[in-house]
Every structure is written in C-alpha cells, then in structure tokens.
C-alpha cells in the first residue's frame, strides 16, 4: 500500500477547506423583509430628491421670481439678492391714521420678505401683536424693493394690497396674485448701469448710484439723509417727482434730471404706459467735506515742511558746496 505522507494530509485538507468556504461565501442570501423596507426607502428617498427641484408646477404658492421650493433648487445658489428697502403700513380702520411699523419689530432676521407664505404669516402675526396695543381693527401692507442679479431695485409685491382681506390668499396649489413679476425685459440694462455708475464713480469716488424700477400707477416715497446731495435721471419711461415740502410737480422724460431737497421726503409717481426706469446720484456732502478739508491740510502741512527745510539750509556758496561733496566722498 502507498504510504500518505502528512504533509500531502494537510495540503488535501486545506484546500477542502478552501473550497467550502468559498462555496458558503457565493451562496445566495435570501432578502430578509427589512432588506426589502431599507431598499424602498432609499428608492422612495432618492426620488423625491429628484423630483423636488421640478415640483414647481404643483407647488405654484412657493414660486417667486425663480421657481421651485426655498431650499430644493439647484440654481438656488447662482442668484444673488439685495433688499432696498422694507416699508410696513398699517391703517387703524376705525380713525383712518397711517402708521408705520419697523419691520423686525417682531422679526428678528428678513428672510419673512423673500417669501410668500412668509409674508403672510408675518401679516398675522403682526395682526395679533397690534391687537395687544388696542388696535383691533387694522389694515396691513408691505412694500419690499429687491434686486436680483445685478438688476433694477423692483418691487416684490403689490403694497396696494391688504394683507389681512382676501384678495392677499396664498394656496401652496396657485399663484400668487398679489406678487410683482420680475422685470426680466430689463435685464439687458445690467451691463449699461455698471457702465454708469463707473463712469459717475471715476469723476467722483464720493458718489453712490441706485437703479430703481417701477410699475404704471404705483409710486414710491423716499426719504433723503440731510448729508446727501440728490438727483433724479429718467432713463427709460416717464415721472413726476413730488417735492412734498415745496408743493411742486415735476414731470421728467427720458434722459431728464432733477435735484430733490435733502432731509425731507418726495414721491415719484410712475405715469407711463410701461414701467418707468430711473437712478439716484448721491453726493455725500459730509464725506466731501472732509476729503476736501484734508486735502487742504495736507497740502498746507506740506508747503510748510517745504519752507522750514529751505529756511534752515546752510547758506554755501557754490565753490563750497562742490568742496564739501568731494570731501565727503574722499571720507567714504
């Protein structure tokens, strides 16, 4: 009989071993039921991912001037946004006052102003808030200016609208009425305003330039710090300017400017056909002032410096100026 050596025993015994395990390890495994839930879930999870930044056709009350849900957007992050200004006006119904609220009275951040449904609870809110203070019958409207990308300062929404009646219902499901659209006819304007403000700003670095843009009917008040020098320029459609304090109307065209009086307040009423185009040209009078007076003073220190160098120089001759260059060269 032939011998078995023990070292082919465990060379037949390990590569049994081998083929065991790997016989265990590519045998297939039955899908428990939690497999089964753990995979819908992620299926259920990665597809509403992808569906949410196309939602915006059902969700219709989130849009805005982009579309599709704060938050879900995949441009989200390519928009840049600037607020002009908020105004907050209620109306106390039973007297007709006009009063005005700060708009973080009760709001400490301003993202309430980019939103829609944002809007409106920010309107109930301040309805509660008001009625703490006896005013239980109130009216209440917003006027937000924005600008998106570089554009016109525009209104957000429509300030003739009440807040508080029906005509300001918001519906995840439907438009908003009450939102202003974006003015996308203007957006070629970019590159012209850029070109201004840079020609404006080389003249003087102490000028500052809004672009504003508005609707046909709807004015805008504004208010002018006491330190700033103001013009109006039309650059598309037609205004008048209402210089409160001096009870006078000026109506101005296309390619037209006029100064507005500074620490008090003027209306600029929209009365063309299309939406009315114009800019601000602020001079701060202050920072003018004070560039001018250290110009002066250091044009002033410097004559002086001048004077005391030449007043205290040794009086040579030029014999011995010479003398005294070459001595000091020969000591080197």
Request: charged share 25%; hydrophobic share 40%.
């Given at each position: 009989?032939?011998?078995?050596k ?43 991912q ?20 704060y ?11 600037h ?11 039973s007297?007709?006052?006009?009063h ?45 200016w924005r ?6 300062n525009q209104?957000?929404?429509d ?40 020609k ?16 046909p ?8 710090p ?9 650059l ?29 307040y ?10 009315s ?8 009078q ?21 004077e ?25």
């Open positions: 009989k032939e011998e078995i023990p070292e082919e025993s465990k060379t037949s015994s390990l590569k049994s071993a081998i083929a065991n395990a790997t016989s265990v390890k590519n045998a297939p495994v039955k899908a428990t039921f939690r497999h089964k839930m753990l995979t819908i879930f992620a299926l259920l999870y990665l597809t509403e992808a569906f949410l930044p196309y939602s915006h056709f059902i969700t219709k009350g989130y849009n805005n001037w982009t579309n599709g849900l938050g879900y957007s995949w441009d989200m992050m390519v928009h840049s946004w607020t002009q200004h908020v105004k907050i006006t209620f109306i106390d119904k007297t007709d006052e006009v005005y609220l700060k708009p973080t009275a009760w709001a400490s951040a301003k993202r309430w102003s980019s939103h829609a449904d944002m809007i409106v609870q920010y309107a109930q809110c301040i309805k509660g808030k008001l009625k703490e203070h006896n005013y239980d019958d109130v009216e209440i409207r917003f006027d937000i600008s998106m990308n570089g554009r016109f209104r957000q929404i300030p003739r609208i009440d807040l508080l009646s029906a005509d300001a219902k918001w519906s995840t499901f439907e438009d908003t009425p009450w939102l202003q659209p974006l003015l996308t006819n203007l957006s070629d304007w970019r590159t012209r305003m850029q070109k201004i403000e840079n404006l700003s080389s003249k003087d670095q102490n000028v500052l330039v809004t672009f504003v843009a508005d609707f009917g709807l004015f805008l008040e504004n208010y002018i006491p330190d700033l020098n103001t013009t109006i320029e039309v598309e459609g037609q205004i008048i300017v209402e210089l409160i304090s001096l009870k006078k109307n000026i109506t101005l065209n296309v390619g037209e400017n006029t100064s507005v009086p500074n620490g008090d003027h209306n600029v009423y929209t009365v063309s056909s299309t939406p185009c114009y800019m601000y040209v602020y001079l701060n202050s920072d003018a002032d004070i560039v001018q007076l250290w110009d002066r003073f250091y044009n002033l220190t410097d004559r002086l410096l001048n005391t160098i030449v007043r205290n120089r040794p009086l040579h001759s030029d014999k011995e100026e010479a003398d005294l260059v070459r001595v000091s060269y020969e000591n080197v």
